[in-house]
């Protein structure tokens, strides 16, 4: 089958069930894309990047609907439903999935485009400097980006990477 003629569709999984859903569906044969992004919390004083869903209680799969296999997928172990409206799944829009996944390494993490340039202000979004408020100096080619940020009354340079980066 041509991945252009792939229809996709929306499975809700259980609470915190991503990988168990996703594991089941692919262990029957089902062709499944949970897209991940990086996502820095803080726990017990430290920060913690983390794996999460891009889209939180949702992952895709590649369905058939003449087969009628569908029914296989709301009774899969970790998945609630399919979305639907009506008695059927509804098609996520063509071409949807595909442009998702050219935006996602071979893992299905999310890459972050980079939309700085040198002199915007930004905000830091993870590490030891979350929510320092920087400059940025410089990008290198391999996407590391150095930031003026005051520290203790003087300019200090730190190299980050666009990920822990907000625009302000």
């Known amino acids: 089958m041509n991945d252009h003629d792939i229809t996709w ?3 809700q999984f259980k609470p915190n069930s991503h990988y168990i859903a996703e594991r089941n ?3 029957q044969g ?9 996502q820095t919390s803080r726990a017990r ?11 939180p209680g949702y992952l ?4 058939d609907l003449m087969r009628g296999d569908w029914r296989v997928v709301n009774s899969t172990y970790g998945v609630s439903r399919l979305v639907s409206l009506g008695k059927e799944p509804t098609p996520v829009p063509k071409g949807l999935v595909r442009d998702l996944m050219s935006r996602c390494d071979r893992e299905g993490t999310l890459l972050v485009d980079n939309p700085f340039q ?19 100096e410089r990008i290198t080619p391999d996407r590391r980006i150095y930031v003026l940020m005051e520290l203790m009354g003087a300019q200090t340079r730190v190299a980050v990477c666009p990920e822990s980066l907000r625009a302000v």
């Open 9 to 11: 569709f929306l499975a």
């Open 25 to 27: 569906l692919t262990r």
């Open 30 to 38: 089902f062709r499944t894309f949970l897209p991940m992004q990086k």
């Open 45 to 55: 004083g430290r920060f913690v990047t983390k794996l999460r869903p891009l889209f």
């Open 60 to 63: 895709l799969v590649a369905l």
């Open 118 to 136: 040198p002199g915007d202000e930004v905000m830091l979004t993870s590490g030891p400097f979350t929510e320092f408020v920087a400059t940025i």
